[in-house]
Structure formats: C-alpha cells, structure tokens
C-alpha cells in the first residue's frame, strides 16, 4: 500500500477533492471462482483506507484504544460498477462526508485507470472498549479530522 502522491491537484475521477488517495494490489488470493476481486476484498480496502485516516490525523489504533476508543462501523453501503481483475491498478479514495461529535459519515471511491470500480459509504463510530457505548469526541480531536472533509464529492 501506498500513499498516492495525489493526481495533479488530489481530484478523483469525478472532480472532486479526495484528500486521503491509497494505491493498493490485487494478490491473487483476492479472486473469487468468477475471476475478478471478491466484494469482501472490497471491505478489507475500506478498513484499510480508514486505518490509513486514523494514522494521518495521529490517532492510530493502539493510541486510540489507550485513550479509551474503538472505531467500529455501523453500516456500510457498497455499489460495484465493474469488475476488478489480477494485475489492475487500483486507487482508494477516502473523505468524510459528515463529521459529528459521536459519528463520521464516509466516502470512498475505489478506481482502476481512471475508471470508477465502485463506491461506498461508511458510518463509524467511536464506542467505549469496556462498555461498547458510543463516546463523544472531544472538538480538539474533531478538528484533526477537519482536512478530510469532503470538498464537492
């Protein structure tokens, strides 16, 4: 995985602003007996795009559950546009749609050449480890959030 060193001015295939932009592989333990990427590959890339989130705005994992966190999500809608085959070149886009004190709406865009292979929308949550009840985030910890906002998408 990598971070894409965005496409001339970080726009998606659709214009917009996406400002977190993975590049990822297709192995090939991710084709399903049809010949292209399983759709559960296609929920392993949003969790990877979200860790990669938490870890650009300082709050990975560890340090969130330290501070008493668990990210969780609560829904997860996925539209598959085409299909995905060994050897494509594919392109994870993240933004936050929504950002609330006890939710995050997110939007991503996974692409191959320039192509829309599919989108999703994500609500996470951030619950207790202990008790497993939603947790309200400070603002401070909002507003590190605050440059991965959706921008037109």
Known sequence: M??????ADGRGTNGAHWPLQLDLEIRTFDIDFAGHVSNIVYIQWLEIARTALLDAVGLPIPHLLD????????????????????????????AIAKMRSLSAFMQVEI??????AATARQLGLFVSPTTGKPRRLTSEIRDRFAPYVLDGV
């Open 111 to 116: 692409s191959s050449a320039g192509e829309v």
């Open 2 to 7: 990598t971070v894409a060193a965005d496409q």
């Open 67 to 94: 501070e008493g966190f668990a990210p969780i999500v609560a829904r997860t809608e996925i539209e598959y546009r085409r299909p995905l085959q060994l050897g494509d070149p594919v392109r994870v886009a993240l």
